[in-house]
C-alpha cells in the first residue's frame, strides 16, 4: 500500500508562481512514476505531468509545457510541480497519482494508475 500526501496548493494571482509537493510513504517501490492530474470544476481530470522515480524522464501536456516543472526527490520520496506563469484556467484541484508508467523514446505510456493523493486546490485570479 502507498499514501500519498498532496500540499502546496491556494489563492494566486494570475502570472504567479505556486510549487505543489506530493509526499509518497509505504510501499513505493512498487510503483514506477508519479504523475500530476488536474480536474476543474465541471470537467473531466486531465494529465498534468509524469516523472520516473528511477531515471527523471518526464513528460508535460501541451497545455503546461515551458511553464510547469516535475521533479523528485528520490531520498524524500517527495515529487514537486513547480507552477509558473499561472493562469485562470490552471484553476483546479490538482491530484497525484503512482503509476506503473514507462518513458520510452520520448513518450510516456500511463500503465495503471495504483494509489491517488486526495488533492490540494489551486486558484488562479484574473
Known amino acids: 500500500q502507498v499514501q500519498l500526501v498532496e500540499s502546496g496548493g491556494g489563492l494566486v494571482q494570475a502570472g504567479g508562481s505556486l510549487r505543489l509537493s506530493c509526499a509518497a510513504s509505504?510501499?513505493?517501490?512498487?510503483?514506477?512514476?508519479m504523475d500530476w492530474f488536474r480536474q476543474a470544476p465541471g470537467k473531466e481530470r486531465e494529465f498534468v505531468a509524469a516523472?520516473?522515480?528511477?531515471?527523471?524522464?518526464?513528460y508535460y501536456a501541451d497545455s503546461v509545457k515551458g511553464r510547469f516543472t516535475i521533479s523528485r526527490d528520490n531520498a524524500k520520496n517527495t515529487v514537486y510541480l513547480q507552477m509558473n506563469s499561472l493562469k485562470p484556467e490552471d484553476t483546479a484541484v490538482y491530484y497525484c497519482?503512482?503509476?506503473?508508467?514507462?518513458?520510452?523514446?520520448?513518450?510516456?505510456?500511463?500503465?495503471?494508475?495504483?494509489?491517488w493523493g486526495q488533492g490540494t486546490q489551486v486558484t488562479v485570479s484574473s
Open positions: 509505504g510501499r513505493t517501490a512498487s510503483t514506477y512514476a
Open positions: 497519482a503512482a503509476s506503473r508508467g514507462t518513458f520510452y523514446s520520448g513518450a510516456y505510456y500511463p500503465g495503471a494508475y495504483l494509489y
Open positions: 516523472i520516473s522515480w528511477s531515471t527523471g524522464s518526464t
